[in-house]
DNA sequence: TATTCGTGGGC
DNA sequence: TGCCCAAGAAT
């Protein structure tokens, strides 16, 4: 392991933060609530994304109680377009521990808040650092990044065990009285400067205590092994519409993908097929692609009969028919947003 | 340890 | 366009 004089980097980079970091929604007060929420919801999330739903989730649930007493779909609804639900059931399940075991207050030990649903080692980290000021490591992609630039650094950051080398570095550098700003600096220079592709040396106020940069390698790291392609899944997609012009929707399973969103009924096919013909209009095929899937959708229209509403409904206990203004209240893949939007304009005629 | 979890932006 | 990427966690 290389060494850099590690008091000069933190005056650095602490003083560059001081007069660069951005007016955030969450900065605005210390309060751990916000900081939470803020943290989960930027996981492999970006900034900009972010923001506008971290200021309506805010106003839908102030405190801490508003989220813990709302109604899962509720919360989900708020999430909608954000994707990895997960997060979101996860921090509502949470909140009612917070609510249960520590009297509606966010525990301040980072042991603690590691055992809350949702919260790994980065986002514990976070929180602990950032809420209530211990000098733990809050180690991301934007952390390992940098390190792996400042100490050339040839680990692959893809790999699960990568994380735990780096924590071990922030325990030595990181400035013990500004835990907060340090590690929220680091990965505000990730964000900014230390970028992915081209990083702006230049503007870097840690360059000089930079190996890579020093070498000339910064473009060469970090070393992160490429993914695997994504599966394609072909489905065949039926938007169901019964006598009185109502819709039928299906809530998904609890578990995996999309868990607890709604969707129009699905059944995969073995690969991609003719289109289908009698009984059905074909509307529209839809393409959405996932991290690690990807769904060819074929869209059929279908009216139905009253005698017919009930083998429908009887398929699946998850289903109902709803009239098409209230498809606005359940919360919906991105993949249906369009398709929504063609079955609303094919009512009108 | 590797895979499964979404989505939108940038080049 | 296709590919990479973004303040990761759960399994």
């Known amino acids: 392991m290389k060494s850099i004089d590690t008091r000069g980097f933190q005056q650095d980079l602490l003083g560059w933060y001081h007069n660069n970091k951005r007016d955030l929604p969450w900065r605005k007060d ?3 609530y916000k900081i939470w929420v803020s943290e989960i919801m930027l996981q492999q999330t970006r900034v900009d994304t972010v923001i506008p739903y971290f200021n309506h989730f805010m106003r839908l649930f102030p405190t801490i109680k508003d989220l813990a007493e709302a109604d899962e779909e509720t ?3 708020a999430w909608e377009g954000l994707g990895y639900y997960s997060r979101a059931r996860n921090l509502h399940t949470a909140v009612n521990e917070v609510q249960e075991h520590y009297g509606g207050v966010i525990p301040a ?6 055992k809350l649903k949702g919260i790994g080692p980065y986002t514990a980290g976070a929180i602990s650092s950032i809420a209530f000021h211990y000098p733990e490591p809050a180690v991301d992609g934007n952390v390992m990044r940098v390190l792996a630039r400042i100490f050339t650094i040839c680990d692959d950051i893809a790999k699960n065990g990568a ?4 924590e071990a570095i922030v325990r030595e550098i990181i400035a013990e009285n500004e835990a907060a700003d340090f590690n929220q600096a680091l990965m505000e220079l990730g964000a900014m400067i230390c970028t ?3 990083p702006d040396c230049h503007s870097c106020p840690v360059a000089e205590h930079c190996y890579a940069r020093e070498e000339g390698v910064q473009a060469y790291l970090p070393v992160k092994a490429k993914k ?3 599966k394609n899944v072909y489905l065949d997609t039926y938007v169901v519409v019964n006598a009185g012009g109502e819709l039928l929707i299906e809530q998904r399973s609890d578990t995996g993908l999309l868990a607890k969103l709604w969707q129009f009924p699905m059944t995969e096919k073995e690969q ?3 289109k289908l013909q009698d009984e059905v209009s074909y509307v529209q ?3 959405h692609v996932f991290s690690h899937l990807v769904w060819e959708m074929d869209v059929y229209l279908l009216q139905i009969g009253e005698e017919e509403e009930q083998a429908w409904l009887e398929a699946n206990e998850r289903r109902k028919f709803v009239h098409p203004d209230d498809l606005t209240l359940y919360p919906f893949p991105v993949s249906h947003q369009k398709i929504i939007d063609g079955a609303i304009a094919d009512n009108m005629n």
């Open 30 to 32: 210390g309060d751990p």
């Open 75 to 77: 919360v989900l609804k």
């Open 109 to 114: 030990d980072p042991v603690s808040i590691r």
């Open 163 to 166: 994380r735990k080398r780096f």
């Open 196 to 198: 992915p592709r081209d």
């Open 228 to 230: 695997k392609p994504p």
């Open 272 to 274: 991609e097929q003719e």
């Open 285 to 287: 095929h839809v393409k």
